[in-house]
């Protein structure tokens, strides 16, 4: 479950972590490594702390499609938002894409020029979405046109199309920048997982590599990390599904559906085609591996001749209202800033939540950034907020029932299984990988939610808001910042 992008590159080396800089940005995905630039870029010693490796969570798992036409998106806005606010997140996106494909020119990334389309997979409410955003997107003055017919080998009902949009390669962007960031003095630190943040007052990062001050703080964590704003509360994490093939003639198009079940379709250099889409909630589906199985029925229906090279997924948070929450966080002073809710469209939103954070920590602002930030909670979005809460609520409350009524099976898991159940009165999560059984604590570290086995990755998943962890308990993302413990093996000593 390794990503086209990351399959055969070797890991970016780690600097050391300094005691002391300007600004510590947290996550080394496209939102950090940009804002840690353009600070570095205006003089200020920055450092990066990345918990895992570069580009190890989404950024380096993305379809990674540079687009301001972004499936249905500004026709779902419009419905909850103003034409000012949406129009002015239009314009930061389109900020974002321009910023990246000028930076990719200058530090020769290779990118490749699409058109991108949302296309009707019907002619039934398919069509009707996908007319919607035509018209959704013309209103907020993107250039865009009508296709009846599209150059692909599976029906449609025609498909709005953007031109002169791009894609690439997500991991040759992150060299690029942690190159360019080093050039300018920063300083990325990988294997350093924050666990804290000391006072606003005197801001200090705890990590676990040791303790960094500083005059700021970017949490570029993909969902944050401090529960401070309860950002957790108002982002749903979302997994979706990605597959690599050999093809002779992938289209030369970005295409996505405008509705259910999604697919992302686009190609790659070397005559590679990537097929995605099956999102859904994170640890809430019968089987994660049935969800890549649907992506390669559907593709050896209309692409006989793919042959699979890499299959893989990830996860993308979205706020309550679908825009994202960039900008201070509460009770920081100022000196705590995030950005988190792309809604998987982080390639051109994470590179504006970039130049509007550094825009703030610099003195200045974005103009488009105001409306965003000055919106309010319409009653159909705290409405939203209240379901979701509702449904955390409701799984955190099933999830221990289940744990509390079920006692594990007297025989481990089988290969590549886990299970979920009580150890006595302890609820523990059990699984067999190579022939390895690991037992650890089956509640989630962030606020005690109950894991799921998730049998595609062979991982801990947490329901309530999308922590995941190893199958020996380490935190791989979410907002977790430490391991589930270890737990004897029923029937054997501890260790
Ligand atoms: C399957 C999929 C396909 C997508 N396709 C597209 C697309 O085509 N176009 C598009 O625009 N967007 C797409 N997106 C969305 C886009 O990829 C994301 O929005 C974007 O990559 C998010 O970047 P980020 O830097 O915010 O987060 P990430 O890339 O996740 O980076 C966050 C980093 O923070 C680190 N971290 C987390 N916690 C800590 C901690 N406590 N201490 C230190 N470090 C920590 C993580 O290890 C991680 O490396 C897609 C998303 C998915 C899931
Ligand atoms: S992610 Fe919040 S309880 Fe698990």
């Not at 419009?78 to 129009?87: F, I, M, P, T, Y």
């Not at 890549?292 to 706020?319: I, K």
């Not at 909670?377 to 029932?401: E, F, Q």
């Amino acid at each position: 479950m390794t990503s086209l992008w990351r399959a055969s590159r070797p890991q970016i080396t780690s600097d050391d972590p300094p005691e002391r800089c300007d600004d510590v940005v947290v996550g080394a995905g496209i939102t950090g490594l940009v804002t840690a630039l353009l600070l570095a870029r205006a003089g200020r010693q920055v450092v990066v702390l990345e918990a895992r490796d570069v580009g190890a969570v989404t950024t380096g798992h993305s379809t990674a499609k540079v687009s301001v036409l972004q499936g249905t998106r500004w026709s779902r806005l419009l419905r909850d938002q103003s034409e000012e606010v949406v129009g002015a997140h239009v314009e930061g996106n389109r900020e974002g894409r321009d910023w990246l494909l000028r930076y990719c020119e200058e530090r020769d990334v290779p990118y490749q020029v699409r058109p991108a389309v949302t296309y009707a997979p019907d002619r039934g409410q398919g069509l009707e979405r996908a007319r919607e955003e035509l018209d959704a997107a013309s209103r907020l003055g993107l250039p865009v046109h009508w296709a009846r017919d599209l150059p692909v080998p599976f029906e449609h009902a025609g498909g709005v199309v953007l031109d002169d949009q791009a894609q690439l390669d997500p991991m040759d962007l992150l060299t690029a920048l942690v190159e360019d960031l080093r050039a300018h003095g920063g300083r990325v630190v990988t294997g350093a997982r924050v666990t804290g943040v000391g006072s606003p007052l005197r801001p200090v990062v705890r990590h676990t590599r040791g303790r960094t001050r500083c005059a700021h703080i970017v949490l570029a964590t993909g969902t944050p990390v401090l529960d401070r704003g309860g950002y957790f509360a108002k982002v749903s994490a979302s997994r979706s599904y990605a597959i690599a093939h050999e093809h002779p003639d992938p289209p030369q198009l970005m295409l996505i559906s405008a509705d259910g079940p999604t697919r992302s379709v686009r190609d790659a250099p070397g005559s590679l085609l990537l097929v995605g889409g099956e999102g859904h909630p994170v640890g809430r589906t019968r089987s994660e591996a049935e969800h890549l199985e649907r992506l390669r029925a559907w593709t050896a229906v209309h692409f006989p001749d793919a042959v699979e090279t890499h299959a893989w997924s990830a996860q993308d948070y979205r706020s309550h209202d679908g825009l994202p929450f960039v900008g201070r966080m509460p009770r920081g002073l100022g000196h705590v800033h995030v950005a988190t809710g792309y809604d998987k469209w982080g390639m051109t939103g994470g590179v504006a939540a970039a130049l509007d954070i550094s825009a703030d920590i610099l003195g200045g602002s974005m103009s488009w950034s105001r409306p965003v930030h000055r919106r309010i909670t319409r009653p159909r979005a705290a409405a939203r907020i209240v379901g979701m809460n509702a449904r955390v609520g409701l799984d955190l409350l099933s999830g221990a029932a289940g744990v509390a009524v079920r006692p594990l099976r007297p025989t481990r898991p089988p290969e590549g299984e886990g299970e979920v159940g009580r150890d006595g009165i302890v609820p523990v999560a059990r699984a067999t990988i190579e022939g390895r059984t690991c037992a650890v604590s089956a509640l989630c570290t962030h606020l005690g939610g109950v894991v799921e086995w998730n049998d595609a990755e062979r991982t801990w998943d947490c329901p309530l808001h999308g922590s995941r962890f190893a199958a020996t308990g380490e935190v791989l993302e979410g907002p977790a910042s430490r391991p589930l413990a270890q737990r004897r093996i029923p029937g054997e000593p501890q260790g």
